[in-house]
């Protein structure tokens, strides 16, 4: 089974690569609030990621990534338990997405599709919904609780 770890900042140019790979937005390695995990191959090859990005009591889920030949495997639901966890530790409220592809796999998860007024403020600065993200995005929340 893959083990996941915390991103280092060389590991940002190969998740960004499988981003970009899957048609989904580079990610900032300098956002001063964030955290990433990875997931790798017996090759180190970087296959899996998913991060959050702090603001005041929420988290932004950013970019859960999958390398195609490793999907189905349960790669992306260990990434976000994993993510999950963290945002308990990281005593976030909620945690908010936006998806133009992946609504269907977080609705299996338990997140609430929600109209992006019912974002708080702090969050709708975020590049991701102001810049990066489609108006057109299923905008998703998910309530924070200790036994996720």
């Known amino acids: 089974m893959n083990k996941i770890e915390y991103a280092i900042k060389s590991d940002f140019r190969k998740i960004n690569n499988l981003l970009l790979e899957n048609q989904l937005p580079a990610i900032d390695e300098n956002y001063?609030?964030?955290l990433y995990l990875k997931t790798t191959s017996l090759d180190d090859q970087i296959i899996g990621a998913i991060g959050i990005e702090r603001y005041e009591r929420y988290g932004l889920l950013?970019?859960?990534?999958?390398d195609q030949k490793y999907?189905?495997?349960?790669i992306a639901?260990?990434?976000l338990d994993q993510l999950l966890e963290k945002a308990v530790d990281l005593k976030l409220?909620?945690?908010?997405?936006l998806?133009?592809?992946a609504d269907h796999y977080f609705d299996k998860k338990k997140f609430l599709r929600i109209d992006r007024s019912e974002v708080p403020e702090a969050v709708k600065q975020s590049s991701e919904f102001k810049d990066v993200c489609p108006l057109s995005s299923v905008v998703m929340m998910k309530k924070i609780e200790k036994s996720q």
């Open 32 to 34: 001063p609030h964030a």
């Open 62 to 66: 950013r970019s859960l990534v999958v």
């Open 71 to 74: 999907r189905n495997q349960s």
């Open 77 to 79: 639901s260990r990434l």
């Open 93 to 97: 409220e909620s945690l908010y997405l």
């Open 99 to 101: 998806t133009t592809t």
